[in-house]
């Protein structure tokens, strides 16, 4: 298994409803847990980060983090056209720097209006 | 505007040439990092630095080379070496040992080797 693995997509969800975005991991990376936005031709930028088991809600995203089933997801409410963008899943082991940071091949996330 | 500015945005490189790309931050950050992503894969950490001259190889560090003589700058070179350089190249920064997982990442250097 790959340490970090998401579906890449594309994913295309109607304006307004909800968006769910999935990511798996192996026990190395089993710690924190960070979602990127990149937009076409742009550079990632972090939108949520999560560090225990349970929901972390920020606006209209919501980052949950099950460690028994190893997976964290994303959730965009009221999806929004600005939402199109490829999202980036990454894991960091505990005790570890950002040079241990591992991204998942990212999933592509098209909203349509 | 604090930021990370990253030089040149496009670049076309002939087969054995070395080039060198540019990465400067204004953020007063003390950890700079040099990414390669390609299609269909993520991010892949090609060095890393925490403190002015010391840097580290990452992932895949084969074909490249950096310094971090100021603490603004990490440049890299991509060396006649590397096997496949046409790939998107982000250089980002970060808040060392703190708000861990924070990067912060320049617009990004695409490079192709014609």
């Known amino acids: 298994q790959k340490e970090v693995e998401q579906n890449s997509g594309p994913l295309s969800v109607p304006e307004g409803a909800i968006a769910s975005l999935n990511c798996t991991y192996s026990?190395?990376?089993?710690?924190?847990f960070f979602w990127y936005r990149q937009y076409s031709g742009k550079s990632p930028e972090l939108i949520m980060s999560?560090?225990?088991?349970g929901d972390k809600e920020d606006g209209r995203f919501t980052a949950q983090l099950n460690k028994a089933s190893q997976y964290v997801s994303l959730l965009i409410r009221d999806s929004q056209p600005s939402d199109s963008a490829t999202y980036l899943c990454?894991?960091?082991?505990?005790?570890?720097?950002?040079?241990?940071?591992?991204f998942g091949t990212g999933t592509r996330l098209t909203i349509i209006p | 505007d604090g930021g990370i500015t990253q030089s040149p945005k496009y670049l076309f490189r002939k087969e054995g040439q070395n080039v060198t790309l540019s990465c400067e931050q204004n953020l007063n950050h003390d950890a700079m990092y040099w990414y390669r992503q390609d299609p269909g894969q993520g991010l892949r950490l090609i060095y890393y630095s925490q403190i002015v001259n010391d840097f580290q190889k990452g992932d895949i560090a084969e074909g490249y080379s950096v310094s971090r003589e100021k603490k603004e700058s990490f440049p890299l070179t991509v060396t006649s070496a590397q096997k496949n350089p046409t790939a998107f190249y982000l250089c980002a920064s970060s808040i060392r040992d703190t708000r861990l997982g924070e990067l912060f990442f320049g617009e990004g250097s695409r490079l192709t080797v014609l």
């Open positions: 990454a894991g960091l082991p505990l005790g570890f720097g950002n040079e241990k940071l591992t």
């Open positions: 999560i560090y225990s088991n």
């Open positions: 026990d190395r990376v089993s710690q924190s």
